[in-house]
């Protein structure tokens, strides 16, 4: 950032305008970070969702389900991606994402 404004560091007078600027920046990162968490918690007060909506078909669970009765979490992925069915956002299952879907789908 200093580079940008042209000032010269090898000069004190330049380091203490470049380490001013940097301290500037820092407080302004941290100032949105505090902004942007107050404004979150008030939405999520409110009963706003925050994240990503994500929308599995009924039937996808079920056969995750039915598939962990019998399957390993890495078994379950392998079925669901040989019978071409896709997670929420359209992805090949793998046994990590079975594991958080199961766990979503038990707690619902």
Known sequence: ?????????????????????????EWEREVIGERTSVAMQAAKRQGRHMGRVSVLPHSTGDRLLTLRATHTLAGTAVQLNAEGLTTATGT?????????????????
């Open 92 to 108: 090949a299952w793998s046994a990590n994402t079975v594991a958080k879907v199961q766990k979503r789908l038990l707690i619902a």
């Open 1 to 25: 950032m200093a580079i940008d404004l042209g000032v010269d560091t090898s000069t004190p007078t330049g380091k203490l305008v470049a380490n001013v600027m940097m301290s500037v920046a």
